[in-house]
């Protein structure tokens, strides 16, 4: 599953980041997940809560997600901009996207394929 292995890497990270620094509880962690990373929030949550209670720094972590627009180039018509709305039906294919203007699969990803640890609060 796509959003456990990103949350058990989350996890990890984190974790070290917390021994590094001597920090005995992280309170809080800020992911921003890119809307084109495809990952779905309530199964990320799950995911996370699970990992979370291998590590008494982590036990009580709150979890904060921020979302990161998708942003497509069109290389047939030349749109660019935000794509609101991901496909779900490909969600379990490697994603494709459709340039909500003329319908080409010739795209290209602007941003919106990040995951990225934000910020800790301890
Ligand atoms: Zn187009």
């Not at 909500?100 to 910020?119: M, R």
Request: with cysteine.
């Amino acid at each position: 599953m796509h959003e456990f292995s990103l949350a058990q890497s989350v996890f990890d990270t984190i974790v070290s980041i917390a021994e590094k620094q001597n920090v005995k509880m992280i309170k809080k962690v800020i992911l921003k997940f890119g809307m084109f990373a495809l990952v779905q929030e309530d199964q990320f949550k799950f995911c996370f809560d699970i990992v979370k209670k291998d590590s008494e720094k982590t036990q009580n972590t709150i979890l904060e997600i921020k979302w990161i627009p998708g942003v497509l180039r069109c290389l047939d018509c030349q749109f660019e901009g935000e794509i609101k709305k991901v496909p779900q039906d490909h969600i379990e294919l490697a994603p494709i996207f459709k340039c909500p203007n003329c319908d080409s699969f010739s795209t290209e990803v602007l941003s919106g394929t990040e995951t990225i640890i934000d910020s800790l609060l301890v």
